[in-house]
C-alpha cells in the first residue's frame, strides 16, 4: 500500500491523475488503478472529481495527513541502523527466466552494491506487464506481447527463442505436420503470449490436432511428452539448451517462429540507480 500512498500525495499535489503520473513516471490508467485499490483497501471516498481534476474530498484530506506521516516514519524506517539497506529493487519474471540469466544479473548486482535488496515475483507475461505499468514493481522479464505497450513503458529484447517439436524419443518419424497431425498433442497454455503465438501458428497452418492436455510450465510439458503423452510446441529458452534424452527435438525448417523474451519498465529517469544498474546487467548477460 505505501507506493499507493505515496501516488495519493502525488495527486493532492499536482491536482489531476494525468499530472501526477506525469509526475512519478506512470500512465493516467496506473494513477487512477491505484488510487481505485487504495479506496477500495481503505472502504472510503477520497476524491470529489469535477471534470478532470482530482480534488480531495473532507476524508481525502484527513486521509492525507495521516499518509504524510505514516511516509515520514516509513523513509525513517532502519536510519539508526548503520546496516539498513541503500535500496530495494522489485521486479517479476517468468520461470524460464529465473531458472537461466537471472540469478547470474542478481548476483553480479548483489556483488556490487552488497546492502542492496532485491525481490523477485514470479507470474505470466501479462500478469507482470500489468504490474510495471501500475508501478507496483520497477521492471519485469517477459514474453513481448502481442500489442504495442504504453508510450511510457520501454522495452529491450533480451534473447529470440525458436519454437520447436518435441517427440517422445521412440515416437518414429521426422516430419513435423505429419507428427502434429497424427500424434496426440500437449499444448502450451493460451492465457500466456508464448501459448498464444503457438495458437496462431497451428491456425495458420490448419493442422488437424487430437489434443489431450494443455499446460502453462514448459518444464511440466516436457516431463509430459517424456512420459509418452503427446508432441508439444516450445520455445527452447536458455534453460533448456539440452534437451532429456526421453525426448528429440525437431526443426521447423523454413516455418520456424521465435518467442522475444525481454525487458519491460518505464523510462529510465524513474528508476533507482540500482534498478538501472540490474538493466544493464541483464542487457549484458544475454
Given amino acids: 500500500m505505501i507506493r499507493e500512498l505515496k501516488t495519493l500525495v502525488s495527486v493532492a499535489r499536482e491536482g489531476t491523475f494525468a499530472a501526477a503520473g506525469d509526475k512519478i513516471g506512470l500512465t493516467q490508467a496506473a494513477v487512477s488503478a491505484q488510487m481505485q485499490r487504495l479506496q477500495a483497501e481503505l472502504g472510503l471516498s477520497l476524491f470529489d472529481r469535477a471534470g478532470r481534476s482530482a480534488r480531495l474530498n473532507k476524508m481525502g484530506h484527513q486521509i492525507l495527513e495521516q499518509t504524510q506521516e505514516l511516509l515520514r516514519l516509513y523513509d525513517n524506517l532502519g536510519s539508526a541502523s548503520a546496516g539498513a539497506p541503500a535500496a530495494k529493487v522489485t521486479m517479476g519474471a517468468i520461470a524460464s527466466v529465473q531458472r537461466s540469466f537471472l540469478p547470474d544479473a542478481l548476483a553480479a548486482l548483489h556483488q556490487r552494491l552488497p546492502d542492496c535488496r532485491t525481490r523477485v515475483l514470479p507470474g505470466l507475461s501479462m500478469e507482470l506487464l500489468n504490474m510495471v505499468d501500475a508501478g507496483e514493481i520497477d521492471m519485469a522479464v517477459i514474453i513481448r506481447p502481442p500489442f504495442s505497450l504504453q508510450s511510457d513503458l520501454r522495452w529491450t529484447t533480451l534473447a529470440r527463442e525458436p519454437f520447436r517439436l518435441i517427440v517422445p524419443r521412440d515416437v518414429p518419424g521426422d516430419d513435423w505436420v505429419e507428427l502434429l497431425s497424427q500424434q496426440p498433442f500437449v499444448r502450451y497454455d493460451r492465457a500466456s503470449f508464448g501459448g498464444r503465438q503457438v495458437d496462431r501458428f497451428l ?26 503423452v503427446g508432441v508439444a510446441l516450445l520455445p527452447q529458452t536458455a534453460a533448456h539448451r539440452r534437451w532429456p534424452a526421453a ?14 523474451i525481454g525487458l519491460v519498465h518505464r523510462a529510465q ?12 546487467l541483464m542487457v549484458k548477460l544475454v
Fill in 247 to 260: 525426448i528429440r527435438v525437431i526443426d521447423l525448417g523454413a516455418h520456424t517462429f521465435h518467442r522475444d
Fill in 269 to 280: 529517469a524513474s528508476l533507482s540507480a540500482p534498478a538501472r544498474m540490474l538493466v544493464d
Fill in 203 to 228: 491456425r495458420k497452418m490448419h493442422l488437424p490436432l487430437r489434443e489431450v492436455c494443455e499446460v502453462d510450465e514448459l518444464d511440466a510439458i516436457i516431463k509430459l511428452v517424456a512420459n509418452r
